[in-house]
C-alpha cells in the first residue's frame, strides 16, 4: 500500500501566507498588465472535480493534503479570473477548519479484514509524530481509526483517510503524521465493519547514519537566493579554485533565452482592438518601434499603412461625412498586407474584430522585460559543474539538477551548498575525499535559466520556460505570464502524448508539455548528459516544495490507471533502502524528517506527472532516478497543524533547506560510492 493519490481537484479556497513576492505588476492594471497570481489552498472534494480542475489548466504544486472529511487539499498558483472561473466547478471558500471524518459509505455487511501497511514514529525539531498506513478489504468504503499506546501509559486516537486516485482503492492514511507525547510502541486499527488489526510502532526513516565528518569540516556557503548569472559564477569560481578536480560542462543546446518580441494593445478589447507584434525580439529592435492610430480629418478617404523609420502609422479610413470606418480586423489585415513592416497584427483573441477602431497616439511596443541590462537577452547557455578525482568515466555517475520550474528558488541552493561542501572538505574530511575518489559528480544548478530570470525580475510565480508556443491568438500581453512549457512535461518516456496523465497541451496550462517530446533545449540537455556520459547511475531533480522523496513510476494512463512498469521488487527495495539512509542525512541536519507517506514512488505518494525526467533516465538509460521536493510543511504548535512553506519563503527558511537537502544529495552521493553493478 502506498499513499494517495489524487491527481485532479475542484475546490475550496484558502490564501497561504507563504507567498515570499509579489508578482512584478504595476498598481494600477492595464489592458497590457496580467493578472496578479497568488498561492492557493484548494479542497477538492471528489475525483470528478479534480478531473475538471486539471483540465482547466490549473497549475498545481507539488503539495497534496488529505482531510479528515474525504477531501484533498492541493496549493495552486492561480490569477482572480481563474478562481471566478472555478466556481462553476463547485469551488467555495475554505473555513480553515476541515470536517470530521465521516463514512461516506455504507460500511460493508460482514466483518472487515485490516493489514497494517506501515506504523512509524518519528522525532523531528517540532517533537515526536505517527505515521500509519493500512488497507481493508472492504477498500475506499471502510471507516478506519487508529489508537496508539506509548510509554508512561500515554495513548491516542485519530481517524484514517482514505486515499483513491483514478478510481483505484490505493488504502488508508492519516491525513498528516499526527503529533504524540512520546515514541508510540504499538497502534491499533480498527474499522466501523468491525475488522481489527495490531502492530508494533518501528521508528522512521531508520537508515543508514551519515558519515561522521572531522571537526574541521566546513558548510554553510549560501547567503541569498541567486539568480541564474550568479549560480554559474559560482561554478565557475569553483571551477577555477580546484582546477584538478572539476570541469565545466556547456551543454550543447541554448535555451530560447530571456528575450520576447515588442508588443503593444492598440484599442479597447475585444471588439475593437489590434494587438501588434513586433518581427525581431524587443532587444533587438523591437522595443524600439512604435504604431499610432490617425484620423485623416478627411472624408472618404481610405484605410493607409506607412512606415517611417521606426514608426508605423495606420490611416483610418472615413465615410462622407469624416466618420472613422476601419473596424480592428481592416486595421490587423492592413498592417499585415504593407510590405517590408516590421510588424504583425492581430484582433484580439478570439474576437472577430468587427470594432470600429478610434485613433490612438503614439504607443511604443514593449518586451515587458524587466531585468537589468547586465541580464544577457540572448540564448543562454546551461552549464554542469563536474568534480571528481577520477573524471574519465571510470567512477559510478551521479547527476544533480535542479530548477526545471522556474520559481523554485531554494533548488538550486541545494546543488550550490553540495558542490561547495564536496570541494572545500576534500583534502580535510576523509568521508569526503571517499566521495571524490570513488564517484563522477555533475551538477546543473539551473536547467531552466530563462524561466527563473522570468521568476527573478518578471513574475515570481513564473513555472515553465519562455518559449511561447501560442498562436497569435493567444499571445497579446496579458497573457505573458502563461506563456512556456513546462520543461518536466517534456520528456519523452510516459508523456502526454504517449496518453499519459498530468501534461497538457493546452499552451496556457501550467504543465504544458509543448508541442513534442523533447521539443525544449532544458530537457534536450539533461538527456545530453545521460547519453553521453554513460557511467552515470543515479540522479536526484531537485524540486520544491512539499516535503517528498519519490522516485518512478511516475505517470499513469486514465484508462484503468495504467502505470508505467514498476522497478521490480528488488529495485524498489533499493531505492527505499536509499531514500531511507539520504532521509537520515537531511533530518540529522536541523531534524526535519520526511514524511513515510510522502516517500515512494511519484504515482503513489503524489500524482500522475506524465513526461517527468525521473522516467526517462530510469526507463530508458537504466539510471536509478530520485526526486527531492524540498519544503517540507512547518509544524504550527499553536494551531496544531502543518503549513506549507512555498516556493520563495523567507531566506531563513530556505537557507535551511539548502543546508538540509544539500546533507541529501551528499548522502546520494555516498550510497554512489557504494554501488556495484547488479
Known amino acids: ?15 497561504t501566507t507563504f507567498v515570499a513576492a509579489e508578482p512584478s505588476i504595476p498598481a494600477v492594471a492595464g489592458p497590457t498588465d496580467p493578472e496578479p497570481a497568488s498561492l492557493v489552498t484548494l479542497t477538492v472534494p471528489d475525483r470528478a472535480a479534480m478531473d475538471r480542475l486539471v483540465a482547466s489548466g490549473a497549475d498545481l504544486t507539488e503539495r497534496v493534503r488529505p482531510q479528515p472529511d474525504g477531501s484533498i487539499q492541493v496549493d495552486a498558483v492561480v490569477t482572480p479570473s481563474q478562481l471566478a472561473s472555478m466556481g462553476s466547478l463547485g469551488a467555495t471558500l475554505a473555513t480553515g477548519t476541515p470536517a470530521p471524518a465521516q463514512s461516506r459509505k455504507k460500511p460493508p455487511a460482514t466483518r472487515d479484514q485490516i493489514v497494517v501497511e506501515r506504523a512509524v514514529w ?42 483513491v486516485d483514478a478510481g483505484a482503492y490505493l488504502g488508508h492514511q492519516l491525513s498528516t503524521p499526527v503529533p504524540v507525547d512520546s515514541e508510540p510502541q504499538w497502534v491499533t486499527i480498527t474499522s466501523a465493519g468491525g475488522g481489527k488489526a495490531e502492530a508494533r510502532v518501528k521508528e522512521w526513516p531508520d537508515g543508514e547514519r551519515p558519515d561522521r565528518t ?61 494587438v501588434v507584434t513586433s518581427n525581431a525580439y524587443g532587444s533587438e529592435g523591437g522595443n524600439d518601434l512604435a504604431v499610432e492610430l490617425v484620423d485623416p480629418g478627411a472624408s ?58 478610434a ?29 571528481g578525482k577520477h573524471r574519465d568515466g571510470s567512477r559510478t555517475g551521479v547527476l544533480a539538477y535542479a530548477q526545471e520550474h522556474a520559481r523554485e528558488w531554494v533548488t538550486p541552493l541545494v546543488t550550490i551548498e553540495a558542490a561547495e561542501r564536496l570541494l572545500r572538505n576534500q583534502d580535510r574530511d576523509s568521508a569526503t575525499g571517499k566521495l571524490l575518489e570513488r564517484t563522477d559528480i555533475f551538477i546543473v544548478p539551473t536547467v531552466n535559466p530563462d524561466g527563473a530570470n522570468y521568476s527573478f525580475y518578471d513574475f515570481n510565480s513564473q513555472r515553465k520556460n519562455m518559449t511561447n508556443h501560442c498562436p497569435a491568438q493567444q499571445s497579446d500581453p496579458a497573457l505573458r505570464n502563461q506563456w512556456g512549457v513546462d520543461v518536466n512535461r517534456n520528456y519523452a518516456v510516459g508523456s502526454y502524448s504517449d496518453g499519459y496523465v498530468g501534461g497538457s497541451g493546452n499552451c496556457q496550462s501550467g504543465t504544458y508539455s509543448g508541442p ?37 513510476p511516475g505517470a499513469y494512463k486514465a ?12 529495485q524498489e527495495a533499493y531505492f527505499l533502502r536509499a531514500a531511507r539512509t539520504i532521509e537520515e542525512a537531511i533530518a540529522a541536519e536541523r531534524g526535519t524528517v520526511t514524511w513515510p507517506q510522502q516517500t515512494g514512488p511519484v504515482t ?38 502543518w503549513e506549507g512553506v512555498g516556493f520563495q519563503p523567507p531566506f531563513a527558511e530556505g537557507h535551511g533547506e539548502a543546508m538540509e537537502y544539500a546533507a541529501g544529495l551528499i548522502s546520494l552521493i555516498s550510497v554512489a560510492a557504494d554501488y556495484r553493478e547488479r
Do not use: C
Open 604 to 641: 503513489d505518494v503524489l500524482y500522475s506527472a506524465a513526461g517527468n525526467s525521473a522516467d526517462e533516465l530510469w526507463y530508458d538509460f537504466g539510471i536509478y532516478g530520485w526526486d527531492f521536493e524540498v519544503g517540507g510543511d512547518l509544524w504550527n504548535p499553536e494551531t496544531r497543524r
Open 359 to 387: 485613433p490612438a497616439p503614439l504607443i511604443q511596443l514593449s518586451d515587458f522585460l524587466n531585468a537589468p541590462a547586465d541580464v544577457p537577452r540572448a540564448p543562454a547557455q546551461v552549464l554542469a559543474l563536474r568534480i
Open 122 to 163: 518519528f522525532e523531528s525539531r517540532d517533537g515526536y509524530f505517527l505515521s500509519v498506513e493500512a488497507s481493508s478489504n472492504a477498500g475506499e468504503a471502510a471507516t478506519l481509526s487508529v489508537t496508539w499506546k506509548g510509554k508512561r501509559g500515554a495513548t491516542g486516537q485519530a481517524e484514517m483517510v482514505a486515499y
Open 300 to 357: 472618404g478617404s481610405a484605410l493607409r499603412v506607412t512606415v517611417d523609420g521606426k514608426l508605423v502609422t495606420v490611416s483610418l479610413a472615413t465615410d462622407g461625412s469624416g466618420a472613422v470606418t476601419s473596424t480592428a480586423a481592416q486595421v490587423a489585415a492592413a498592417v499585415n498586407a504593407t510590405q517590408g513592416i516590421a510588424v504583425k497584427a492581430t484582433t484580439y483573441r478570439t474576437d472577430a474584430g468587427a470594432g470600429v477602431m
Open 516 to 552: 513534442a517530446e523533447h521539443s525544449e533545449p532544458e530537457s534536450r540537455n539533461v538527456i545530453w548528459l545521460a547519453q553521453t556520459f554513460r557511467n552515470i547511475k543515479f540522479a536526484m531533480n531537485v524540486h520544491s516544495y512539499g516535503g517528498y522523496f519519490m522516485w518512478p
Open 214 to 274: 572531522g571537526r574541521g569540516y566546513q558548510k554553510d556557503f549560501i547567503t541569498q537566493y541567486m539568480p541564474p548569472a550568479q549560480l554559474n559564477e559560482r561554478i565557475k569560481a569553483l571551477h577555477r579554485r580546484y582546477p584538478k578536480l572539476t570541469d565545466i560542462i556547456e551543454l550543447p543546446n541554448l535555451t530560447n533565452g530571456y528575450r520576447r518580441n515588442a508588443q503593444a494593445l492598440i484599442g479597447t478589447p475585444p471588439a475593437a482592438a489590434v
Open 559 to 570: 484508462e484503468g490507471r495504467e502505470a508505467l512498469p514498476r522497478p521490480t521488487a528488488d
Open 1 to 15: 500500500m502506498r499513499g494517495l493519490r489524487a491527481f485532479a481537484v475542484v475546490l475550496t479556497l484558502v490564501l
